[in-house]
């Protein structure tokens, strides 16, 4: 199929059809030209705030009592004042957030896993849709939305959403591999028909992509490499992102982003941190006072979602730590940057004596290791025992490198858990990820 023809069809498709997300994408794509995209964010913080004042119980609740509920934001300083919305505000008040003015065809309701806590559960506004972000972030590695695209995910679309995926995106070719464990002759086809449809995209979910980064490199197959590959969902290791791109010969994408709030941050191809979408999500790092630490320095990750007015999201404390930096990129993008966020800090390895291990120490501690598995887990019963549940790729590298994991934790923890390891049991899922943590004890805590 003829690019042009691809391009002539998308552009109809959502200029005739679809006019409303046309709009909102050109609209998206001319925020950034606002002179002052910071003037921009806060503006629309303002909006956002009277907004719930209005229509939202839990926040009129909330912020009754401030000053601000009688005269709105005035400055950003009025914003730091506002209380953060912890998971448990979210959890126990779903029904008072949701503004009073919406309606039921105008949001759709998400779930978040719960791989380390309780699960929470928001709406998104269908009215501002994540899709101009996400071109957005296509954009910046020059892959065009008509483009050919290859996704791989756990689990297969029903029927019916799959035909009418490939009728909506007709002529436009996208692939799926969908499956838990995809067996030798699917991937053949996969890669079959990768190779057949050059995409100039491959997505999807961090530890399956790897899984067939693994698989092409194990198996010596080359495939026709795509503009960029776009993984999401958990964080990355640096050297999985070094054996994909070897696999694959193609730069991955980092991205942040999470079920709350779906697009927060993606890096651009200079790969020096991530870009802050800051004209739709307002990013803070602060410290245990909520107020900001500065640049290059650890803080709590606040987020506020600029255009969710179905269910609104203000200072909601995710659980993950970050910094920002004080420099701009070199690609010339107007939007600010932040590190790559690794790991939550919920996720963590817990000793008798109140010790906590971080989920991104642990990953530093393994750093060299990952590659010889396909896939890692620690499990932290309820009595603080931790099992290392692995999946080799490389048998004797894997058991070597385990036995050296399992002593540096040990050590790391003071000797205060038992570790064992094991290749017999089963990585868990939560949902569709396969979290590095799953953390028994923090579930029995949180129960
Ligand atoms: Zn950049």
């Known amino acids: 199929m003829k690019e042009s023809l691809s391009k002539a069809v998308f552009s109809f498709k959502t200029k005739i059809l679809n006019p409303s997300l046309y709009k909102l994408h050109q609209k998206t794509e001319t925020n950034l030209l606002a002179k002052d995209l910071s003037d921009f964010n806060f503006k629309k913080r303002q909006a956002l705030f009277q907004h719930a004042m209005e229509h939202s119980k839990f926040y009129k609740g909330k912020y009754g009592k401030l000053s601000m509920a009688e005269t709105g934001l005035c400055t950003s300083e009025d914003f730091l ?14 029904e008072t957030i949701k503004a009073d003015n919406v309606a039921s065809s105008q949001y759709y309701k998400a779930s978040t896993s719960g791989s380390t806590s309780a699960p929470v559960s928001v709406l998104h506004d269908k009215r501002h849709l994540e899709t101009p972000i996400r071109w957005r972030i296509l954009q910046f590695w020059g892959v065009k939305p008509w483009e050919n695209q290859a996704f791989i995910y756990r689990f297969k679309k029903p029927f019916w959403e799959r035909v009418m995926n490939t009728i909506m995106w007709w002529p436009t070719k996208r692939i799926f591999l969908a499956a838990a464990n995809p067996s030798t002759m699917e991937l053949e086809h996969f890669v079959r028909s990768f190779n057949k449809i050059k995409p100039t995209l491959l997505q999807g979910y961090v530890d399956v992509v790897y899984e067939f980064a693994l698989y092409l490199l194990d198996n010596n197959i080359k495939i026709h490499p795509p503009k960029m590959v776009w993984v999401t969902s958990a964080p990355l290791f640096e050297e999985q992102r070094e054996l994909m791109e070897k696999a694959f010969g193609a730069p991955v994408c980092d991205q942040y982003g999470n079920t709350e709030i779906m697009l927060i941050a993606a890096e651009c191809p200079e790969q020096n941190g991530l870009h802050m979408m800051h004209d739709t999500v307002h990013i803070e790092f602060v410290d245990e006072n909520n107020q900001p630490v500065p640049p290059n320095t650890t803080g709590k990750i606040l987020l506020t979602d600029l255009t969710n007015y179905a269910f609104p999201i203000i200072r909601y404390e995710i659980g993950d730590e970050g910094q920002y930096r004080d420099h ?80 540096s934790l040990e050590k790391r923890a003071r000797n205060e858990i038992k570790v064992t390891i094991s290749d017999k049991q089963c990585i868990i899922r939560k949902n569709v990820k396969s979290p590095l943590i799953v953390s028994k004890l923090q579930e029995s805590h949180s129960h």
């Open 328 to 407: 701009m990129c070199k690609c010339g993008s107007p939007l600010p940057l932040m590190d790559n966020v690794r790991g939550r800090q919920s996720m963590n390895i817990e000793t008798p004596s109140g010790l906590r291990i971080k989920g991104e120490h642990l990953m530093a501690m393994f750093k060299g290791f990952m590659k010889y598995f396909k896939e890692l887990q620690l499990v932290q019963e309820p009595d603080y025992s931790v099992t290392i549940i692995y999946i080799p790729r490389d048998i004797r590298k894997a058991k070597d490198a385990v036995h050296k994991m399992k002593s």
């Open 81 to 94: 004042q506002l209380p953060p919305l912890t998971r448990e505000d979210l959890r126990e008040n779903f």
